[in-house]
């Protein structure tokens, strides 16, 4: 998903928002496709790809001249830090998908990596009006409902140190001043959820809760993607109490499943 203008978009956002057109498309493509599908000028995307194909982030089909992921791109995605994403998604799947099937609404599975969070895994609603969101998505700290629950457990001195001062607006709701934000992760903390109330996307409403490592660091979060139009108290109380038991099934998973893990510790997601 798109959030800010491309022409405000730095040369590396431009050559992410490129990389991230392959993950969403089962073919190859073309210059102009990208172009179309990304919002960036052909003659940008033909250079960025130039210099992505020198790297060997993509490869280019010679007898179409289509570009797909190249071979760099594969080992990066075999690293260890992507195994235990992968791991850790695999791991909570049948909660999400159980949750999905429970609450009728779309369940994502943010994965904190420092400075963004990655929606690693998205169950989505069978619901007809319901939220979607591409796989692999690379989301702000600020604005969305995930990470801001793990957020709000994170000790302040570090989060000082994580947090300029002022954020990007996405939408009018948007919290773009630290300050604010941090007053809301000491209310987050003491209620043991987020929301990101049309904060990310308009129209959308999310519901966040944690995940604890076996040292009881946060290192992801479930959250319930909800059209504004459904959300009442009641409903969010009752979302808010199937992600808290989600949340805690999960986090007993990676206690117990720890020695078998590609990860030992949260280091790896900070």
């Known amino acids: 998903m798109k959030h800010r203008a491309k022409s405000k978009l730095s040369a590396i956002e431009k050559t992410l928002e490129i990389l991230v057109t392959f993950a969403d498309v ?6 102009v496709e990208i ?32 570009y797909d992921l190249g071979p760099l791109a594969y080992r990066l995605g075999r690293s260890q830090s992507s ?24 369940i994502s599975l943010e994965v904190w990596a420092e400075h963004t969070s990655v929606a690693c895994y998205l169950a989505e609603s069978k619901n007809p009006l319901r939220v979607a969101m591409p796989s692999a998505d690379v989301l702000p700290l600020h604005a969305p409902a995930g990470a801001k629950a793990v957020l709000a457990f994170v000790p302040r001195d570090h989060l000082e140190r994580l947090l300029p001062e002022t954020f ?7 919290v ?14 003491k209620q043991g959820y987020s929301v990101d109330a049309e904060e990310l996307y308009p129209d959308v409403y999310a519901v966040g809760v944690p995940i604890f490592d ?46 078998l893990l590609p990860f030992r510790s949260a280091d790896h997601l900070r």
Do not use: W
């Open 26 to 31: 089962d073919h190859e493509v073309g210059t």
């Open 35 to 66: 172009s179309e599908l990304t919002g960036i000028h052909k003659a940008t995307v033909s250079r960025i790809l130039a210099s992505l194909l020198d790297y060997g982030m993509v490869s280019q089909n010679d007898e179409t001249k289509k």
């Open 83 to 106: 195994q235990a994403v992968s791991a850790f998604a695999t791991l909570a799947r049948r909660h999400i998908d159980e949750l999905r099937d429970s609450l009728c609404e779309s």
């Open 168 to 174: 990007p607006a996405y939408t009018e709701h948007t």
């Open 176 to 189: 773009t001043s630290r300050a604010v934000l941090m007053e809301r992760l000491v209310e987050f903390n």
């Open 214 to 259: 076996h040292l009881s660091r946060p290192i992801a979060a479930i959250s319930a993607l909800i059209p504004v139009s459904r959300v009442t108290e009641a409903r969010e109380a009752e979302i808010v109490k199937q992600l808290k038991c989600a949340s805690r099934a999960i986090s007993r998973k990676i206690v117990e499943l720890r020695p």
